[in-house]
């Protein structure tokens, strides 16, 4: 079965760091994906590991342990624009057909 | 390069009635994707086409929901008939090769109320 679990909902101060969490539980795995999506628009690609380890882009990083099933996000000097809903991913066949997480609902406060 | 472009943006239909969604994957594009997100939720697979072929429809609901890629280009999603419980936003997306700095580009969806 398919299994991805990240919390519903997060709270986090302009400025501040977030990290939202992800663990999977899938019969297949060849990555794994982080998209970000506002209200009422098409997810947006964020990045994608493969490998066990922290990959960087800018103020968005994300990490993976294979072994553990589990993966983060993590947000660095947060903006108000990045209130949204931040979707873990994962792809288990190779083809980059994802199997979706629920999202978590991150509020940036000033 | 113009985006995955898709067709109606709304609809609203009653439930037992049917509705077609046309995508327009971004030029050049082999893969090609349907997703349903229910509000509240993730996007969820539905099928898979590669070319004009299909790769992966193991969570279509076959029994009411069709698609089709003709000409490996633009594809339709249809539904016949409706539920109540269709009622989602459906995206499409397409991919050329996988590029880890890109993942793949999503349509901005349709959205159906089924009354």
């Known amino acids: 079965g398919q299994n991805i679990d990240q919390p519903t909902e997060m709270t986090a101060t302009e400025g501040a760091i977030v990290q939202i969490n992800c663990t999977y539980q899938?019969?297949?795995?060849?990555?794994l994906f982080w998209y970000q999506q506002h209200a009422g628009e098409a997810p947006t690609f964020l990045s994608y590991?493969?490998?066990?380890g922290l990959e960087e882009k800018g103020r968005f990083s994300s990490f993976l342990s294979r072994s553990k099933g589990y993966s983060y996000l993590l947000l660095k000097e947060l903006q108000m624009k990045d209130s949204a809903s931040y979707l873990c991913?994962?792809?288990?066949?190779?083809?980059?057909?994802?199997?979706f997480g629920k999202g978590t609902s991150l509020l940036v406060t000033p | 390069e113009a985006g995955v472009a898709q067709s109606p943006r709304y609809k609203i239909i009653e439930k037992r009635q049917s509705v077609a969604f046309w995508c327009n994957p971004i030029?050049?594009?082999?893969?090609l994707y349907w997703y349903q997100q229910i509000l509240g939720q993730g996007p969820k697979l539905l099928i898979q086409?590669?070319?004009?072929?299909?790769?992966?429809d193991s969570q279509l609901p076959k029994d009411r929901f069709s698609a089709e890629r003709l000409k490996g280009v633009d594809s339709t999603l249809k539904i016949q008939p409706a539920k109540l419980e269709d009622s989602a936003v459906y995206l499409c997306?397409?991919?050329?090769?996988?590029?880890?700095?890109?993942?793949?580009?999503f349509g901005s969806g349709t959205r159906l109320t089924v009354v």
């Open positions: 997306a397409s991919s050329l090769e996988f590029n880890p700095n890109y993942g793949y580009t």
């Open positions: 590991n493969v490998l066990d």
């Open positions: 086409f590669q070319n004009n072929g299909v790769v992966d």
């Open positions: 991913a994962v792809d288990r066949n190779s083809g980059y057909a994802l199997n």
């Open positions: 899938t019969s297949g795995f060849n990555g």
């Open positions: 030029s050049g594009h082999a893969t």
